[in-house]
């Protein structure tokens, strides 16, 4: 049996520099991880994705040069194996940084292996059971693999993890799932140079945003070849002498497409089978998410739960503020409170979908009044100069409070020009104060007044 002051599970967002800041205020840590250091983002998601996005946008850009007065030297040919190198080295520098970091920390014990509960206080880890008073677990998500998807067991099929080591180009890849990380590898994809079919069960694309948003991201990935089925209420797969075929409904009749390769991005699930939980008496929900209040703390006094598998946010900037706040209220004095973050994000197809704050139907939803202003990108200097115009700014208001409710920009540098409205949101400004502000010009930004200035109650 090993004492520690805290026992961290998960080496992904949340954990490690939670881990760093008790060493830092004398505390003995203990933090298991059972496969890479830094998780999902490092290693399976935002790092390596984004790294195969610029790729993705660069073989676009010089197929499309002629367009900016260019003219290339042949066509573009995707080194796949070189691709793949670069987004593996971005992951792999981040990862080797944060070894070295963490591997240099006196008072912090790195165990390597699966971590579960045995009860409230303790911690198995292979033959060895550590102890402490404090329990963290940031123990992450991975893909959903449809359990009842008819034929998904007769076929081969990447998940967002697996794509991520293909060395060549599909010649036809069929995506299950029209929400983010399918968006992202569908666009990826098919400027890579592959045939791509998106099929999503719901009416339309992205089916938590605004329907204009998912009509205008629709728009944008048809308008480069990219094949999408809404709607699809029985998908089903079989084998096919070809390759696989997708069915919308079930695995009868004639296939809606035949791809050589599948991507299964319906979704995620948190990691807390096999963690124990149980044992500890720790509270999920129905889908297996810890149930965590306001503050982070589950329902077993002396264990928190942080990032992907609480269920309260399912990005690298909610698990890092997860650790912000809890840190805040334990090592700090502090009072944070998770409900005081605004939720934000971003999609990163191209151009990107930066978001902030509800949707306009969570708004009505919510009962406000409200004002509404938008803009296309054909009317922003900066996009007309780059010449890249497609998608719209949208903002949202309260009527009688004035404050900013949400936000969406879809078009280039949409990523970076939300946090102009995200600041003034979690400044808590009412939008006039924004009417006054100077911004830089060119830029995307210097159309938020503007925008703000547009606010009319809605038709
Ligand atoms: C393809 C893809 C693209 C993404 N792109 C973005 C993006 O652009 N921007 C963004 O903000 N987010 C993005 N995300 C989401 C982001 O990666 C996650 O939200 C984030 O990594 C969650 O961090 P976490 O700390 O909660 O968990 P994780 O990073 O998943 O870390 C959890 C860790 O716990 C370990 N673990 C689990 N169980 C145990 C156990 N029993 N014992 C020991 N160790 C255990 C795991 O091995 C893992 O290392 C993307 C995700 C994917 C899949």
């Known amino acids: 049996m090993k004492n520690f002051d805290a026992i961290v599970i998960g080496a992904g967002q949340a954990g490690p520099p939670l881990a760093a800041r008790m060493v830092e205020a004398g505390m003995q840590v203990a933090l298991v991880e059972r496969d890479l250091l830094g998780g999902t983002c490092v290693n399976y998601g935002c790092m390596p994705t984004k790294a195969l996005v610029a790729s993705a946008r660069t073989a676009h850009v010089v197929r499309q040069a002629a367009h900016w007065g260019m003219v290339p030297n042949g066509p573009v040919q995707v080194d796949m194996p070189a691709v793949k190198a670069r987004a593996s080295k971005v992951s792999k520098d981040a990862r080797d940084n944060l070894e070295r970091w963490l591997g240099g920390m006196e008072g912090l014990t790195l165990i390597r292996g699966h971590a579960r509960l045995e009860d409230a206080h303790t911690v198995r880890v292979g033959t060895e059971a550590l102890t402490a008073p404090r329990i963290i677990l940031n123990v992450g998500a991975r893909t959903l693999v449809p359990p009842t998807l008819p034929g998904l067991d007769r076929v081969q099929y990447l998940t967002s993890s697996s794509i991520l080591e293909l060395e060549e180009v599909p010649d036809h890849l069929l995506i299950i799932g029209g929400s983010y990380i399918g968006l992202e590898f569908a666009q990826m994809y098919r400027r890579f140079g592959a045939q791509v079919t998106i099929v999503e069960r719901s009416p339309r694309l992205l089916p938590r945003e605004d329907a204009d948003i998912s009509e205008a991201i629709q728009d944008i990935l048809e308008a480069e070849g990219i094949e999408i089925l809404t709607g699809a209420a029985c998908i089903g797969v079989a084998p096919h002498p070809e390759g696989i075929a997708l069915h919308l409904d079930g695995q009868t009749g004639e296939p809606a497409a035949i791809g050589s390769h599948l991507l299964v991005a319906a979704g995620r699930r948190p990691n807390t089978d096999g963690l124990g939980l149980d044992s500890a008496g720790v509270a999920t929900d129905s889908r297996g998410y810890i149930t965590v209040d306001d503050k982070l703390a589950t329902n077993v006094p002396g264990i928190w739960a942080l990032g992907d598998c609480n269920g309260r946010g399912a990005f690298t900037h909610t698990s890092y503020n997860d650790f912000e706040i809890l840190a805040a209220n334990l090592l700090d004095n502090e009072n944070r409170r998770l409900h ?64 900013i409710l949400g936000a969406a920009i879809l078009g280039v540098e949409g990523d970076e020009a939300i946090h102009g409205l995200l600041d003034a949101m979690s400044a808590g400004n009412p939008y006039p104060v924004l009417r006054w502000a100077v911004p830089v010009h060119p830029t995307v930004s210097e159309l938020i007044p503007t925008l703000l200035l547009g606010l009319k109650p809605e038709k």
């Open 340 to 403: 005081q973050r605004i939720p934000a994000y971003a999609l990163y197809i191209d151009p990107p979908l930066g978001r902030a704050g509800m949707t306009e139907a969570q708004a009505h939803e919510a009962g406000h009044k409200l004002l509404v202003s938008k803009r296309p990108m054909s009317r922003v200097g900066r996009a007309i100069e780059k010449g890249e115009t497609q998608g719209f700014m949208k903002v949202i208001a309260d009527a009688e409070t004035q404050q």
